[in-house]
């Protein structure tokens, strides 16, 4: 700290504190949709302080440390109080507890990835990162603001998605965390042609496409997970008839 703080990715990080902390003051004032377009914001910023950082080399504990407090409030507590105030309301006990049970687990989600940053493995994330979940919950919000607009189905909706969501956050589920996947590297012409359709796409519509994409990230983990089961399922099965065969031939 005497040496002082890189200010560059800390006013990313202080960008998205503020989009947290907007979030709130705009659930308080019953505006649901900025809420839930602040939340967005804040995770632009996160994804941004973490490039400008690593790409300028100013990454430090202060801004690992600063960046989770960030990410607690933006996407632990403001998620958790728009999910309440919009949906979970009526159900009091138990709807006050199922977003404070999503807090926590984004608490412990984020404790954990600071203990294990540490371990060199970029690749995957070990459980969901709270700012999936809390994108989930703002485009959700935002779906069905942009579709449906009234009706009581969303109370449900939003109570099982929030449980969900705290689960898979403190699971052992591994998620690709694309810090490996450089765009400043030489990448194959369908791959740009994919990004160009996708930003077309999501110009286009982009609650609805953000939601899928989004979607569909959230249940990767689960879907690799059972994906990865069956085939070391299958590997056993075999084993029986590989060691049979050996002993056949010896």
């Known amino acids: 700290m005497r040496k002082g703080v890189y200010i560059l990715p800390n006013l990313f990080t202080t960008g998205n504190l503020f989009c947290g902390f907007w979030a709130i003051i705009s659930v308080f004032q019953e505006k649901y949709y900025l809420a839930a377009i602040a939340i967005l914001l804040a995770a632009a910023f996160d994804i941004l302080d973490g490039k400008v950082a690593r790409l300028s080399g100013a990454t430090s504990k ?117 810090k490996e996947f450089d765009l400043a590297r030489r990448k194959p012409f369908s791959l740009f042609i994919f990004i160009v359709l996708s930003m077309v796409v999501i110009v286009m519509e982009p609650v609805i496409v953000l939601f899928f994409f989004i979607f569909s990230y959230t249940f990767s983990g689960p879907v690799n997970m059972v994906r990865l089961w069956q085939k070391k399922r299958a590997m056993r099965k075999l084993e029986p008839t590989l060691e049979d065969d050996a002993t056949v031939r010896g």
């Open 62 to 178: 202060f801004g690992v440390q600063y960046d989770s407090l960030a990410d607690l409030i933006s996407f632990g507590v403001a998620p958790a109080i728009l999910a309440f105030s919009w949906a979970l309301r009526p159900y009091g006990r138990f709807g006050w507890l199922a977003a404070f049970l999503f807090v926590v687990c984004g608490a412990l989600r984020l404790a954990r990835f600071n203990v294990m940053a540490a371990s060199g493995d970029t690749k995957y994330f070990k459980g969901l990162p709270i700012p999936a979940a809390a994108t989930m919950i703002a485009l959700t919000i935002l779906l069905y603001l942009r579709l449906i607009e009234t009706g009581w189905i969303k109370d449900i909706v939003i109570l099982f998605m929030i449980y969900a969501l705290a689960f898979l956050m403190v699971s052992s589920i591994r998620y690709f965390s694309f």
